[in-house]
């Protein structure tokens, strides 16, 4: 990194399109995160937000050119490429993406973003039709595939009165990306460009067409990790039952019901993946019929036949081509005990286990605890925010990896 000061320097690039005006917001939110930011305006972001309006907020002067001889005088384009930590481009439009795929340098932002080796990150705002157009896609996945990372866009109203995805992201959750993914600097770097899978969530096992056997799982421990793992780079799959939870930016989810849909999900993506993190609360049981109409209250007692569901870890386990396998283990009691037991059970790479049923940790809280397992060795990850226990968990299974990867250890 290039910073003297402990404060992440963020160069914010500002595109030509109409959310130009929310990136003004974005700014106080970059800096109230403790981020010294600089701006660089495209020509025809100027049509919709004037630089006095940036400069004021960031407390620096605008560069929009790279023939300003003045500009270049104070600091040149290249002295600004290696300050910057971290360069964060919103709105970042159809025609900038493109620019930035093919790898032009006709302005002054598209030349920083070349000159620079800090991680780049995108917030693309468009119309829907053009975020859809399959140009705009391929540029996309060109991109991603460099390790660009992408914020959004969201999905909903536009500008131009269109509905779907294409807005761009509310400044605050673009700033806390960035800072979030600042905080965790190299550590979480492997992920870029790492093809993972997560389950989430509980399972739903119907009983007739209104009642089902569930769980208490919120799903949110299984999200948090997609999220985090998304915003450092990682390509992340997310099999998720069901939740109230919507799908993190930049992360692709597939929405399952049951035990046996979720392992129909996780077969087929499970291809080319190099980790499957196993976070969903899957249903041991279900019920051996589904009645076809709701079933009537009619006596004083019911029983209703469950049988086994497949453990969808456990079978996965015993591919002989099978990507690094991180379980999950909530406990009431003797936690390690049985979270030991199952490491060895289910031939799995890492085990997360923690005990529910203690207040403010567990299932449906936003704060969990853990102690990790693997073969020969542990760690306790103190209770915190989900997002923060996350990251910690990635960062002991990046370990792993790189550990397991080494020649000559065959374990
Ligand atoms: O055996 P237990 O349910 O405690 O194991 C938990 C781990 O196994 C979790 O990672 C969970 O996602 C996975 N599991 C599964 N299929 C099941 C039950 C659990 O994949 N039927």
Not at 67 to 85: N, P, T, V
Request: hydrophobic share 50%; glycine share 10%; charged share 20%.
């Amino acid at each position: 990194m290039s910073s003297t000061s402990s404060a992440t320097r963020v160069l914010l690039g500002v595109a030509g399109g109409i959310a130009a005006y929310k990136s003004a917001e974005l700014v106080r939110r970059l800096r109230d995160g403790g981020a010294e930011v600089r701006v660089v305006m495209t020509e025809s972001a100027r049509q919709f937000v004037g630089e006095a309006t940036f400069q004021a907020l960031s407390g620096h002067p605008v560069r929009t050119s790279l023939w300003d001889a003045q500009a270049e005088a104070a600091m040149g384009h290249i002295e600004l490429a290696r300050w910057a930590d971290h360069l964060l481009i919103a709105p970042a439009t159809a025609d900038l993406i493109a620019r930035l795929a093919a790898g032009v340098a006709d302005d002054l932002l598209t030349t920083l973003v070349l000159a620079s080796k800090a991680p780049l990150w995108l917030a693309p705002a468009m119309n829907q039709q053009m975020w859809a157009h399959p140009a705009t896609a391929e540029n996309v996945a060109r991109l991603r595939g460099r390790g660009v990372r992408l914020l959004g866009p969201a999905d909903g109203e536009q500008a131009c009165g269109d509905i779907g995805p294409g807005r761009m992201l509310e400044p605050a959750v673009i700033a806390r990306a960035v800072l979030d993914g600042a905080g965790a600097g190299d550590e979480l770097s492997p992920l870029t460009g790492m093809p993972i899978l997560i389950s989430a969530g509980p399972t739903y096992e119907d009983i007739d067409p209104v009642r089902y056997v569930g769980n208490r799982s919120s799903g949110r421990m299984g999200y948090a990790i997609a999220e985090v793992a998304a915003q450092a780079g990682a390509e992340v799959t997310l099999v998720s039952g069901p939740v109230a939870l919507s799908a993190p930016f930049g992360v692709r989810r597939i929405n399952v019901r049951s035990a046996l849909e979720m392992q129909a999900a996780v077969d087929t993506e499970l291809e080319g993946k190099a980790a499957f993190i196993s976070a969903a609360a899957v249903a041991d049981f279900r019920p051996a019929v589904v009645a076809g109409s709701k079933i009537k209250k009619g006596d004083a007692s019911l029983s209703i036949e469950l049988v086994r569901n497949p453990d969808i870890l456990a079978e996965l386990s015993e591919r002989a081509e099978r990507p690094f396998l991180l379980g999950f283990a909530a406990e009431t009691d003797d936690v390690e005990q049985h979270a030991r037991g199952k490491l060895a059970r289910k031939r799995l790479d890492m085990i997360a286990a923690n005990r529910v049923g203690v207040d403010g940790c567990g299932f449906e809280s936003a704060e969990n605890a853990m102690t990790v397992y693997w073969n020969g060795g542990e760690a306790d990850i103190a209770l915190a925010d989900k997002r923060d226990v996350a990251r910690q968990l990635l960062i002991l299974m990046l370990a792993r990896m790189a550990e397991a990867a080494k020649p000559g250890d065959a374990a």
